[in-house]
């Protein structure tokens, strides 16, 4: 049999960290796994052993804002969400267009093996959707590399900058994949004419929701139950995420329980991004009880953070960090966010390591899923659909 674009033999790969195995595949699909082939006539990649995982996945990124490729700068920006917001405003307008810098930290992002990437992208009165183009232009440069999906995000509020709503909406239009909101209620100061515009939005277009809820406490929590409501009366179960949901991780369990039901029963998925200033996300017990909850980067090198470096695995890592996990499945547990459940809140179809599967692969030079969260070792061969896009 010929080989065609898109067929790759792996050899001698751990799939999942089990035994030496050879996957193959054809036309960007996993045909075969486990089974050594004999004359197989297309390109092979010689694993020796390396551990073997499907593409990895940053489920909350904001790609517009990075200063990656640029020198060092100094982190100036006062405390608190309006300081950010602010200083972000005044220092943006001196930046390279969106779609160099975008570009530029996708790249790293193939490098270190991902696959797929949501980011959240500015839309205000002041940008309009100047970055939401850029954006959009950084997406099909990198297309046969990495797989983005784009929320239009409302980061200098909603309801507090007339114009936004039309915007965003705009934005969708544009080619935004999902719409977005920001602190209905402790920033915006309207949760019901915030949580309107969003899911009005939402149900016009036909696009999915991932609202950033920073807001603690009650007054977080009310929120959740607002966006279940909302999300039960468009029947839109399976396509809204809260990004953060602090309020989830700062009460005991038993008081936030209720709310987790009702998170279950409309399948509203989570997004964390491990941040070393607030207590962690409940990830077991939110395992257990089936939410999806996939892990970002959030502002990586950028006027909010000069943090974050496009690995995802290093980030799963400060996840288990921060969730005090030691055992070897706990940390499993770690990695499932930037992988399986991952894919599930982006809703990647045919993402795995089964026949059948897309072939976008990373190989890791470790030999258990564990040691590749805790090594998180560089040296990565990237494959998107059944081509090695990395190195190249
Ligand atoms: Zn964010």
New binding site residues.
């Given amino acids: 049999v010929g080989a065609a674009p898109g067929d790759l033999l792996l050899r001698d790969v751990r799939p999942g960290g089990t035994a030496i195995a050879d996957v193959a595949i054809r036309d960007g699909l996993i045909v075969s796994s486990g089974v050594p082939l004999d004359g197989w006539a297309g390109p092979v990649v010689e694993g020796g052993g390396r551990l073997l995982l499907p593409g990895l996945v940053d489920g ?1 990124a ?1 790609l517009d804002k990075t200063l990656w490729g640029l020198p060092w700068r100094r982190h100036t920006a006062g405390v608190g969400l309006a300081a950010l917001i602010e200083n972000e405003r005044v220092g943006r307008r001196e930046l390279p267009p969106v779609a160099e810098r975008a570009a530029a930290l996708l790249e790293a992002y193939v490098a270190a093996g991902t696959s797929h990437v949501r980011t ?1 992208v500015d839309v205000d009165p002041g940008l309009k959707l100047a970055s939401i183009e850029g954006k959009l232009e950084a997406r099909e440069r990198m297309e046969a590399r990495i797989d983005v999906q784009i929320v239009a995000f409302p980061q200098s509020g909603l309801l507090v900058q007339p114009g936004t709503a039309g915007l965003l909406e705009c934005a969708i239009e544009a080619g935004a994949d999902l719409v977005g909101g920001l602190d209905p209620a402790g920033f915006d100061r309207d949760a019901d004419g915030h949580l309107d515009a969003v899911f009005g939005i939402s149900d016009r277009q036909g696009c999915g929701v991932d609202i ?1 809820l920073h807001d603690g406490g009650e007054l977080g929590r009310d929120t959740v139950r607002k966006i279940v409501e909302r999300t039960r009366a468009l029947g839109l179960a399976g396509r809204v995420t809260i ?2 949901a602090f309020c989830l991780a700062d009460a005991p369990e038993a008081e936030v329980e209720p709310l987790l039901e009702q998170l279950v029963e409309q399948r509203i998925s989570l997004a964390t ?1 491990a941040p070393g200033s607030r207590p962690p996300l409940p990830l077991l017990r939110l395992r257990e009880l089936g939410i999806d909850v996939c892990l ?1 980067q ?2 990586i090198r950028d006027l909010w953070s000069p943090y974050g470096d496009a690995d995802m695995l290093s980030r799963a890592e400060r996840l288990a960090w921060r969730a005090g996990f030691r055992r070897d499945e706990d940390i499993e547990a770690a990695l499932h966010t930037v992988t399986t459940a991952g894919a599930r809140v982006l809703g990647v179809d045919g993402y795995g390591l089964d026949p059948g599967c897309a072939a976008d692969l990373v190989l890791v030079e470790a030999e258990t899923r564990a040691e590749a969260v805790v090594a998180h070792p560089p040296c990565r061969t990237v494959i998107k659909c059944g081509r090695v896009v990395s190195p190249d």
């Fill in positions: 909350h904001h959240h950033h990004s953060h991004v970002g959030d502002g």
